[in-house]
């Protein structure tokens, strides 16, 4: 058995169908939302770095469900398969 070639679009549909892509960018996204409501602007640069990263920490961890349900959902309308 041949080894399978890494080429870019393999590498694009595995980051696509990875549920931890998509985690990772609602974490990011989620720290960007709700940034605002905790950080405060007199904190030093380090402290808002901090608190940014615990926030999209927080969010990668919440977000796994949906992460799979996304997956699943781009799986089906791309690959037909569930």
Request: glycine share 10%.
């Given at each position: 058995m041949s080894k399978r070639s890494i080429t870019p679009a393999y590498v694009l549909f595995y980051i696509l169908?990875?549920?931890?892509?998509?985690?990772?960018?609602?974490?990011?996204?989620?720290?960007?939302?709700?940034?605002?409501?905790?950080?405060?602007?007199?904190?030093?640069?380090l402290s808002r770095a901090i608190m940014f990263v615990m926030l999209a920490t927080?969010?990668?961890?919440?977000t796994g469900i949906p992460?799979?349900?996304?997956?699943?959902?781009?799986k089906k309308l791309i690959l037909g398969t569930g």
């Open positions: 169908f990875l549920p931890d892509s998509w985690r990772i960018l609602m974490g990011i996204a989620l720290g960007a939302l709700l940034g605002p409501y905790v950080i405060e602007p007199q904190m030093a640069a927080i969010g990668y961890a919440v992460a799979r349900w996304i997956t699943a959902w781009i």
